[in-house]
Every structure is written in C-alpha cells, then in structure tokens.
C-alpha cells in the first residue's frame, strides 16, 4: 500500500468522564469539585514529575490528518491517576487498548506477556497477532544494544520514571497501529507498522492503577509515534491535542494547521532529552504587566500547572492582591495541595484576575481557567488558584490548556494554540450532540464577562466573574490530564 503525507486523530478522555465511566463501568470515583479529588489529582502529580525533574529540562491515502481508528476522541479518567487516555487498535486481528498519553516520555508500551502487570484489560500477545515480529538489537530504534548477546537477538527495552521506583521492562515489538484519515466527510484506513514496547514487568506507580493498559509515549525522539509516522511519509512531523471542558477531547497527528488568530512561540532546542519547552516573557494579572523571562515545558501528563519564583511569587502575590476574597485559613487536618485559596459564601458574584502569558515572539496565552472550586455539601465553599511552587522545572499544566487546541509543530519547532471546544472543529468527528459528556455543575453558574482572548488582541481584560449558588460548589472547568511520565 502506498501512502502519501496524511493526517491521522482519535478521541481523548478523561479517566471521570461519563464515557470512561460507561466504557470502564466505575461509579467509586471522587466527585469533580470535593477535596478529595485535587488532593488526588495533586499526588499523582508529585508521584509522576520526579522523571521530568530529573531529566535536568525545564488505496491511497494523501497527505493530511490521521487519528486512532475508529474515531478521534479522548478521554480523561479520574481512575487511574488522573490521566488523559485514549481507544487504540493494534495487531492482526485488531485488539483495543485504553493507553495514557504522555507527551513526557516518547516509548509507546502495552502489557504483554506479563510476569508482572496490573491485569484489568486487553494484554497484548506478539504470539497471537499474525502481523507482530521482534524487533532486533542491530535496529536504529534500540537504545539497549549493550545487553545483547547477538545483533540478531530481540531488542530488549527499559524505562524508569524516576518517581517511587516506576518502570516498565520488555523487549520491541513492530506491529499494526490501526489508523483512519482525520476527515469527518472521507475517512481512509492506514495500517502503519510501529514499533512499541512489549512490557512484561511494571514496577511502582503502574501496579497502582497508573496507566494499566499501556503507555502512549508522544515526545520526540526517533521511537515516538508521531516521528515514526513522520518517517514513513504518513504524516508532517506534528500532532495536535485538543482539551475540552466537559471531559472529552481529541487528539490529530500530522496536525500542524495554523490561521491568524492562532498564537505560537518557538520551543527551546535542548540537545539532551528534547522536551516541548518554551519561553515566557510576560505575566499579566488582572491587568498588571510584569516582565520577567522563564522557561516552562509544555507538559499534557500534569494536573496543575508548576512554578518556581520568581514566577511563583509574581503570579500568586498579584492574584492575592487582586482578589477580593477572604484568604483561607488552613488546619493541620486541611490537605488541600494549593497555597492561595478563599473562602466563598453562597450566591456569593467574584470578579477573579485574568492571567495571561506572553510567549516569546509576543503572542498572548490567556489563561481560560487558573482555578478550582471546591466544596461539599458540609463543607464551606472554597476557591483556590491551581499553580503549586516548584523547587527547579516550571511545568504548564494541563489546567493550563483547557479549552485550546494545542498543536506540537515538531517539524517547525513551534508550539500553537487556538481557543476550541473540541467539537466545532471542522477535523474533528466527535459527536456534535454534547449530551452524551458531564455537564457543569447546575451547583455553580459561571458567567464569564464577554471577552475577547485572541492570542493577538492587545486589549486584555482585567477580570471575569463567577456567581457562586447555594449547596456545593464544582471546578469551573475540568482539568484535562493526559500520560504522566
């Protein structure tokens, strides 16, 4: 079969999303907006950034877009350590697996012959799929040459997160990855051979409910998905993720579209461990410039987003000082993970600060959601700004990038982003009918004041507000959060 430059795409979701919910059948999962589910959230993410920390970083098918088959869609599950996951098919006949995706980490891996997995789904057999052969030590994509006997020998692999003793250990494997050209009129089978990680032995974090169907590694070395697509021809060297409030989202490779009212920035070339790290000149708090220059890597596999002063300090000291709120008082039995938080009453309208970026190359990043609302219904409602201190690696985090579809331009080393819904798009082949996805909670209104967030609009608005309503109080828009590692 031959392919020409294309484009491929699958759903996201989020692990607490109501068709994870169906897919998985679970019902004991923490309630978005109580405590107990950003205290989770919050954990996952201390267990998992310790690997980035370490790193020391802050017919014929055309070319076009190409997504997982049979649809784009992805999902954030609350489940299993709060990743973003997605539906794939692999291997001949096709098996589906509900893999993480990490643009943190570059293997792709499935549980596979296992000696020691967490078993609650599809275990990949090479033995089984009529398409799967070994991939050998004298193969380019073997990082582990020194451990074997022969160059003709199977390419043994291992990968350890540096967080808690989390690894996962196998050999390469080279199959099918099932794939459908990313077009809602014409859709086009692609079968490409990828090679991905047979792991029989997870250690740590994966034997606690972290990623138990496998791991989609989306960096940027040469074994990643999206530059094994690029390579064969599939696809321009790029992929997008789109991260909606609802839960859902989506996911394109081959996507590197931009328009005018899309913002970009360059990423800062590393020439160890490449991570999608960029530069920050500006912040902007309820209306308030401050220049000051970081860098922060991009990173979809993190709840929150983490700085270290002076950012830190800049953004939160501003935001307190704007907000007119009482601040909270925190016990020794209080475990809420965020610093600045405020105490809310019952119909209670709050006028929060906008926080804005400016990326290097001047373009804006208007921060859609910089916080949570938490509450129950014995507890006083409680807002706090979702950015933790970091000691060394600012991290945007996927709180960050709700509401944007963000495109990773590998091939133009930029990063875009674009206010979205996920749905509207005309690539994507979501459902138009949102019914099917949670909605926000009728315990919270959210009446934005009419802005306008183009990421080239000089005219930046100071504040937004919130009314709150009696009973429980929900997060405003629910944090996206993809492979952790």
């Known amino acids: 079969i031959c392919y020409g430059l294309t484009s491929f795409g699958f759903d996201i979701h989020h692990r607490f999303s109501d068709p994870v919910k169906g897919i998985l059948g679970i019902d004991k999962v923490p309630d978005k907006g109580t405590r107990e589910y950003y205290v989770a959230m919050a954990h996952r993410d201390r267990v998992f950034r310790g690997r980035r920390l370490a790193a020391g970083d802050g017919g014929d098918v055309d070319q076009k877009l190409l997504t997982f088959s049979p649809d784009n869609s992805t999902y954030q599950i609350g489940l299993f350590g709060y990743l973003h996951f997605a539906n794939v098919s692999v291997g001949t006949p096709a098996s589906s697996y509900l893999v993480a995706l990490d643009t943190g980490s570059d293997l792709f891996w499935l549980p596979c012959n296992c000696t020691k997995c967490k078993i609650e789904f599809n275990i990949y057999d090479n033995k089984e799929s009529s398409t799967s052969k070994n991939v050998p030590c004298n193969s380019s994509l073997c990082e582990h040459q020194k451990q074997c006997s022969s160059s003709s020998g199977t390419c043994p692999y291992q990968v350890e997160y540096l967080s808690e003793d989390t690894s996962t250990t196998g050999f390469l494997v080279e199959d099918e990855l099932h794939l459908i050209t990313d077009h809602v009129n014409q859709t086009k089978q692609a079968n490409p051979r990828i090679t991905f990680g047979c792991g029989q032995v997870q250690?740590?974090?994966?034997?606690?409910?972290?990623?138990?169907?496998?791991?989609?590694?989306?960096?940027?070395?040469?074994?990643?998905?999206?530059?094994?697509?690029?390579?064969?021809?599939?696809?321009?060297?790029?992929?997008?993720?789109?991260?909606?409030?609802?839960?859902?989202?989506?996911?394109?490779?081959?996507?590197?579209?931009?328009?005018?009212?899309?913002?970009?920035?360059?990423?800062?070339?590393?020439?160890?461990?490449?991570?999608?790290?960029?530069?920050?000149?500006?912040?902007?708090?309820?209306g308030t410039t401050a220049d000051l220059e970081f860098n922060a890597i991009f990173d979809t596999g993190t709840s929150y987003t983490y700085l270290n002063n002076p950012a830190y300090k800049q953004i939160t000291q501003s935001f307190h000082s704007k907000i007119k709120l009482q601040r909270h008082s925190f016990s020794d039995s209080d475990d809420l993970p965020f610093e600045y938080c405020y105490n809310l009453r019952s119909n209670q309208t709050v006028q929060v600060p906008n926080i804005n970026l400016t990326m290097?190359?001047?373009?804006?990043?208007?921060?859609?959601?910089?916080?949570?609302?938490?509450?129950?219904?014995?507890?006083?409602?409680?807002?706090?700004?979702?950015?933790?201190?970091?000691?060394?690696?600012?991290?945007?985090?996927?709180?960050?990038?709700?509401?944007?579809?963000?495109?990773?331009?590998?091939?133009?080393?930029?990063?875009?982003?674009?206010?979205?819904?996920?749905?509207?798009?005309?690539?994507?082949?979501?459902?138009?009918?949102?019914?099917?996805?949670p909605a926000v909670s009728p315990a919270i209104a959210v009446n934005p004041e009419p802005t306008s967030n183009q990421s080239n609009d000089p005219e930046l608005p100071s504040s937004h507000s919130f009314e709150i309503k009696p009973a429980f109080a929900f997060t405003v828009a629910l944090l996206l959060l993809s492979a952790l590692f």
Request: with cysteine; net charge negative.
């Open 360 to 437: 290097k190359g001047g373009d804006n990043y208007f921060v859609i959601d910089p916080i949570v609302m938490i509450g129950g219904q014995d507890v006083n409602n409680v807002l706090c700004l979702a950015v933790l201190k970091s000691n060394n690696v600012n991290i945007i985090g996927q709180n960050f990038m709700t509401g944007y579809r963000v495109v990773f331009d590998r091939e133009n080393m930029t990063l875009g982003w674009k206010e979205s819904n996920c749905y509207d798009d005309e690539l994507s082949n979501l459902p138009v009918n949102r019914t099917h996805a």
């Open 203 to 286: 250690t740590g974090a994966f034997l606690n409910g972290a990623a138990p169907n496998g791991l989609f590694g989306l960096g940027m070395s040469d074994v990643s998905v999206p530059s094994i697509l690029a390579k064969q021809g599939l696809t321009s060297n790029s992929f997008s993720m789109c991260f909606g409030d609802d839960g859902l989202g989506r996911i394109t490779f081959g996507d590197n579209t931009s328009s005018l009212d899309q913002g970009k920035t360059p990423f800062n070339i590393r020439p160890l461990h490449s991570t999608y790290n960029i530069t920050v000149t500006q912040i902007i708090v309820g």
